[in-house]
């Protein structure tokens, strides 16, 4: 009855590992026929996950508000989706569609051109910071660091928090930061 045993489990330890080989060790067919094409899309990366389940990020609030629609596009227009969709936290000083309509005729258009990707992408960065701080935390600091390695002035006045000359509007939590709604967009000194 042993010898029995032992065979069935020694047939058994075979048909397993033979199981678990890998599919190297096939032979592999290759074909040439019906070969496709394959279009790689510029909506790749993590921006463009979606679920269910996550609290909105903070690409996904300028995303969902009508007031940002200029943003969103200065956004995609520098490629910049997935880096406001890290882990973070980010706070992201979001200027309204009246903001960017208050800059000078043509800025908007020109900055959106693929010749000046690269400005608009550091104009934006300086309307990023790490951290997820509240309005009323931010009123204890003189200057914050932003992304684009440059330092904005943080004043107060009254109840009133303005981030390099921009009013804090309202505030906005999200999963990976918060956004801080703001009338002006804010411009890098270089």
């Given at each position: 009855?042993?010898?029995?045993?032992?065979?069935?489990?020694?047939?058994?330890?075979?048909?397993?590992?033979?199981?678990?080989?890998?599919?190297?060790?096939?032979?592999?067919?290759?074909?040439?026929?019906?070969?496709?094409?394959?279009?790689?899309?510029?909506?790749?990366?993590?921006?463009?996950?979606?679920?269910?389940?996550?609290?909105?990020?903070v690409l996904d609030i300028a995303i969902g508000?009508?007031?940002?629609?200029?943003?969103?596009?200065?956004?995609?227009?520098?490629?910049?989706?997935?880096?406001?969709?890290?882990?973070?936290?980010?706070?992201?000083?979001?200027?309204?569609?009246?903001?960017?309509?208050a800059l000078p005729e043509g800025t908007v258009?020109?900055?959106?051109?693929?010749?000046?990707?690269?400005k608009l992408a550091y104009i934006l960065k300086?309307?990023?910071?790490?951290?997820?701080?509240?309005?009323?935390?931010?009123?204890?600091?003189?200057?914050?660091?932003?992304?684009?390695?440059?330092?904005?002035?943080?004043?107060?006045?009254?109840?009133?928090?303005?981030?390099?000359?921009?009013?804090?509007?309202?505030?906005?939590?999200?999963?990976?930061?918060?956004?801080?709604?703001?009338?002006?967009?804010?411009?890098?000194?270089?």
């Amino acid at each position: 009855m042993k010898t029995i045993t032992n065979l069935l489990l020694s047939f058994s330890l075979i048909v397993l590992v033979s199981a678990c080989k890998s599919d190297k060790d096939q032979p592999s067919e290759t074909s040439t026929e019906n070969t496709e094409t394959v279009e790689t899309s510029k909506e790749q990366g993590q921006a463009f996950i979606k679920d269910d389940e996550s609290q909105p990020t903070v690409l996904d609030i300028a995303i969902g508000s009508e007031d940002h629609t200029t943003l969103v596009a200065a956004v995609q227009a520098a490629d910049l989706e997935n880096a406001l969709v890290n882990a973070g936290p980010l706070m992201v000083f979001a200027p309204t569609n009246a903001a960017f309509d208050a800059l000078p005729e043509g800025t908007v258009e020109d900055l959106l051109k693929p010749e000046n990707k690269e400005k608009l992408a550091y104009i934006l960065k300086h309307h990023v910071t790490p951290g997820k701080y509240d309005k009323e935390f931010l009123k204890k600091f003189k200057k914050l660091g932003q992304a684009s390695n440059e330092n904005i002035a943080v004043t107060v006045e009254g109840d009133d928090v303005y981030v390099g000359g921009a009013k804090i509007l309202a505030s906005v939590p999200a999963g990976n930061g918060i956004v801080h709604v703001v009338d002006k967009v804010i411009l890098p000194e270089n």
